[in-house]
């Protein structure tokens, strides 16, 4: 019985636009932690939400940069 190759689960085509889409998703994230901290006033200001906004563009940022690099070629 021979072994199966590693597979990526996701198709080398998709790569690009997988890139395009959470890269642009995470800097709209981004942009709205930035407008959020820049127009409320430090007593109006929600950890939670600073925290959770956060966390999600850096999710986004974090997986469209691994894509792009996918889709460039350089294989991590």
Same mark, same amino acid.
């Given at each position: 019985?021979?072994? @199966?190759?590693?597979? *990526? ?9 997988? *890139? ?22 430090? @007593? *109006?200001? *929600?950890?939670? @939400? ?27």
């Amino acid at each position: 019985m021979a072994p @199966k190759p590693i597979t *990526s689960p996701v198709p080398d085509a998709w790569y690009p636009t997988l *890139s395009v889409v959470m890269l642009s998703v995470g800097l709209l994230f981004t942009a709205s932690f930035f407008i959020y901290e820049a127009t409320s006033s430090r @007593k *109006s200001r *929600s950890l939670a @939400k600073e925290l959770t906004t956060g966390a999600v563009a850096s999710v986004f940022l974090g997986f469209g940069s691994l894509f792009l690099l996918l889709a460039s070629g350089v294989y991590v």
